[in-house]
T-cell receptor, first 113, second 114 residues
Framework: AQSVSQHNHHVILSEAASLELGCNYS??????LFWYVQYPGQHLQLLLK??????LVKGIKGFEAEFIKSKFSFNLRKPSVQWSDTAEYFC???????????FGTGTRLKVLA | NAGVTQTPKFQVLKTGQSMTLQCAQD?????MYWYRQDPGMGLRLIYY???????DKGEVPNGYNVSRLNKREFSLRLESAAPSQTSVYFC?????????????FGPGTRLTVL
């Protein structure tokens, strides 16, 4: 069965620190990968997505993610975080033509001003 | 263009009561989903509807029923609420076609069962 692992459950950073959140999935076929963000009290919003092509994907608010097929990974990065990046981040995977998304358990990021 | 809307935003029930959570989308998406979100467990799929007229169980369907009323609306019913169903419920919709594959989420319903 497909699964998504986010190993960092809680991350605390100071403003201007660099961020990398891990995401690993288990599926051998073609995948579509997503990162969603949930700000406090809000619903999930799409940060970025990967379907094909350049494995380095750029999203909104300065976030990027790199798809490394050999490692089954899709890690999220940001060079310099801001206080407003405090949120919960979810990685998700689906396969082309299927209906189900598989979400990771989320990483709660707190950025200290 | 409202996207995905959910009602109510908050609800408190007593054990054994029933209620229906409503969801509607105006993006003409074929697929719709119901998730529950619990601390430390991420989002778990309760039911989904690949297209109008079809529904399928997800990861945690017990205690819930759904109705895909039409293309726009997908409701979730709790027939006899239990404290274990205290959660935040999110509805989502998606067009499963090519690169337009992301899910769009509603604002959520926070449900407490006493």
């Amino acid at each position: 069965a497909q699964s998504v692992s986010q190993h960092n459950h809680h991350v605390i950073l100071s403003e201007a620190a660099s961020l990398e959140l891990g995401c690993n999935y288990s599926y051998g076929g073609t995948v579509n990968l997503f990162w969603y963000v949930q700000y406090p009290g809000q619903h999930l919003q799409l940060l970025l997505k990967y379907f094909s092509g350049d494995p380095l994907v750029k999203g909104i608010k300065g976030f990027e993610a790199e798809f490394i097929k050999s490692k089954f990974s899709f890690n999220l990065r940001k060079p310099s975080v801001q206080w407003s990046d405090t949120a919960e981040y979810f990685c998700a995977v689906t396969t082309s033509g299927t209906y189900k998304y598989i979400f990771g358990t989320g990483t709660r990021l707190k950025v200290l001003a | 263009n409202a996207g995905v809307t959910q009602t109510p935003k908050f609800q408190v029930l007593k054990t054994g009561q029933s209620m229906t959570l409503q969801c509607a989308q105006d993006m003409n998406h074929n697929s719709m989903y119901w998730y529950r979100q619990d601390p430390g467990m991420g989002l778990r799929l309760i039911y989904y509807s690949a297209s109008e007229g079809t529904t399928d169980k997800g990861e945690v369907p017990n205690g819930y029923n759904v109705s895909r009323l039409n293309k726009r609306e997908f409701s979730l019913r709790l027939e006899s609420a239990a404290p274990s169903q205290t959660s935040v419920y999110f509805c989502a919709s998606r067009e499963v076609a090519g690169i337009y594959n992301e899910q769009f989420f509603g604002p959520g319903t926070r449900l407490t069962v006493l």
